[in-house]
């Protein structure tokens, strides 16, 4: 392709090599012919039944998160809504949002906040914040984060989902996320845009272009939202849109890690810092907060500016490493930091495109 989408070769790189006998979809290299006979038949009954859970419990996993940020808020006040901003809102928030996410799953969200809530406060009593907190915002809202510090902020490179003022003035942003399980969870999910501004590379361009041509190859709608409705009503749609999502994000992945690979060790520092994992001092400060398990409920804490990834990042060489078919693995040193995926969402070549940091084992 041109401008750089070529594919980028790596000896830690190599396409996946189908073998001719196709025990499952995801066996099957989509880069070459397409499924057919019994591997076709195979797609339908369970590559079609994996996409629409997918796209459930991504929206259920939305819900509960907003069910978790606001009990955290609500938990931290000492369980009371007084001096919980827009309490109103978030209490009618919380009774939409159980309705969706069910008992069990708002119970535990809820205790995962209690959890949260206890280490949040003993760690800011250990780090020099005086006093009790006396007033909780919650900021899913564009501008609530602004107006409640009386100063402009960055949301794209400040996480705070939950901002808390103590009584000595001093405020704290929480970055809060809710886990099933008890290990590691995500940095940041920057957006393409980000990067491209940031890099000068075509990674929007090349994603918009690739649905365009897709579109108008097979006869569908501009409009995504038509043309996930059009995919999804055909079965073979949905194994080519699946087919040309792979290939894409591979073609974007390798243009990102050409122009990453073009940087000098300083500059790839600065941006894998700012744009992955917000390692550099910003107002107001902040912390991540993770409520974990099923019972028992656990929560961790990690300073983003006081941990082991930050000080790798900060003293070590950094190397960029190619990972399966769309990601970029960062490591620090010897110590693996981050994992940078490229996916798309909800529906191939009619969702957004989206470009998350993950932990890399």
């Known amino acids: 392709m041109q401008d750089g989408l070529s594919r980028v070769h790596s000896?830690?790189?190599?396409?996946?090599?189908?073998?001719g006998n196709y025990d499952s979809p995801e066996s099957h290299d989509l880069r070459k012919a397409p499924p057919s006979g019994g591997a076709f038949l195979l797609y339908l009954h369970i590559g079609m039944p994996k996409l629409w859970k997918t796209f459930i419990t991504e929206a259920k996993n939305t819900h509960g998160a907003d069910v978790n940020e606001i009990l955290y808020g609500y938990y931290l006040l000492g369980g009371t809504w007084t001096g919980f901003n827009g309490a109103a809102a978030a209490k009618r928030?919380?009774?939409d949002?159980?309705?969706l996410i069910g008992d069990e799953e708002y119970m535990h969200q809820r205790e995962r906040a209690k959890a949260m809530a206890v280490e949040t406060i003993n760690w800011a009593r250990d780090n020099g914040?005086?006093?009790?907190?006396?007033?909780?915002?919650?900021?899913?809202?564009p501008g609530v984060l602004a107006k409640a510090v009386g100063y402009e902020v960055d949301s794209k490179?400040?996480?705070?989902?939950?901002?808390?003022q103590f009584t000595d003035k001093q405020f704290l942003g929480l970055s809060a996320k809710s886990t099933k399980s008890k290990g590691d969870i995500g940095f940041k999910n920057p957006g393409a845009g980000t990067f491209d501004t940031s890099l000068g590379t075509k990674l929007t361009d090349h994603y918009k272009s690739t649905q365009s041509e897709f579109a108008e190859r097979h006869g569908l709608s501009s409009s995504a939202a038509a043309r996930k409705k059009e995919i999804r009503a055909d079965k073979e749609l949905v194994m080519f849109a699946n087919q040309q999502r792979d290939i894409m994000l591979g073609e974007l992945r390798d243009h990102l890690m050409m122009n990453l690979n073009k940087l000098d060790q300083e500059s790839l520092r600065?941006?894998?810092?700012?744009?992955?994992?917000?390692?550099k001092p910003i107002l107001p400060p902040y912390i991540k907060v993770t409520g974990k398990?099923?019972?028992?409920?656990?929560?961790?804490?990690?300073?983003?500016?006081?941990n082991d990834k930050a000080t790798a990042m900060a003293t070590d060489e950094i190397t960029l490493h190619i990972v399966g078919n769309d990601s970029i693995g960062v490591m620090a040193g010897d110590l693996k930091i981050l994992k940078m995926r490229f996916k798309q969402e909800s529906q191939a070549?009619?969702?957004?495109?989206k470009l998350s940091c993950e932990p890399w084992r």
Do not use: C
């Open 11 to 19: 000896q830690s790189y190599s396409h996946p090599k189908g073998s």
């Open 293 to 306: 398990g099923k019972g028992p409920y656990t929560a961790d804490i990690s300073d983003p500016l006081k």
């Open 270 to 279: 600065s941006f894998i810092l700012d744009e992955t994992m917000d390692a």
């Open 349 to 353: 070549m009619a969702s957004s495109l």
């Open 97 to 99: 949002k159980k309705k």
């Open 129 to 141: 914040y005086r006093g009790s907190i006396k007033k909780v915002w919650w900021t899913a809202r």
């Open 93 to 95: 928030t919380i009774k």
């Open 157 to 164: 490179k400040n996480p705070t989902d939950i901002l808390v």
